[in-house]
């Protein structure tokens, strides 16, 4: 018999998929109209597979359904709202750069604020590390390496954009096992097991319109995945 508790779950991500799939529509209109495509290249080691001019602004689409899914289900506390203050730092960083490209670095400093919040406002940190019981803690640095894997996972997501389905599909394959693992330890009503399979439903509503051949890409609104797999991960 399935249980309350998965079938609450299982709504959520219906409800942040069927969102996210039709918000995506507007999501290409609005990205023709901005300018915020991807043009193929034809330079040698170019990693695109798309022969046609793609929106870029599905990203964005994710958010909203995200935003969406908060508004609906989420409760408020000071974890939260870091999250929003950051995720809306990450997105607006992307933003930016589908529109009119900026500097690396530009966009490592949007990158290293919203991972800031996250850390020194919403005090979700990575303290220690514990394997084969052998314990590693943190101290002084805890601070700076919670910064610095926050960045890495925005950049891991970034980097693998532009390829149909594949940013979507493994940012999904994350939220779901770690879906799958929150309710087997019972982790019911906790934060970390929300914002997963609401950011399940928001993807999977996204890779609808992102499988090949892909109509829209995340484009560099695709960091806002990698902060939030960033973000559950230190829940």
Known sequence: MISKEVIAMGVIVLVTMIFSACIMPFMKKIAHHIGAIDYPSKKE??????????????????????????????????????????????????????????KASQ?????????????????????????????????????????????????????????????????????????????????YGSLEILLAFIMLGATLGFLIHNFNPASIFAGDCSMFMGFLIAVITLL
Not at 160 to 183: A, H, M
């Open 45 to 102: 080691g170019n990693r695109h597979i798309h022969q046609k001019a793609t929106p870029k602004l599905g990203g964005v689409g994710i958010f909203l359904a995200f935003l969406f899914g908060y508004m609906l289900f989420g409760h408020h506390s000071i974890k939260m709202n870091a999250i929003l203050i950051g995720s809306f730092i990450i997105v607006l960083t992307g933003i930016i750069d589908d529109i009119k490209p900026i």
């Open 107 to 187: 966009k490592l400093i949007g990158q290293v604020i919203a991972a800031l919040i996250i850390a020194c406002y919403g005090k979700i940190l990575l303290q220690n590390i514990s394997a084969f019981g052998y314990v590693i803690d943190f101290g002084i640095f805890t601070y700076p390496i919670t910064v610095i894997f926050i960045v890495a996972c925005v950049n891991i997501i970034n980097l693998i954009d532009g390829i149909d389905g594949l940013s979507g599909g493994i940012s999904s394959i994350f939220y779901l096992t770690v879906g799958i693992i929150s309710l087997s330890q019972a982790r």
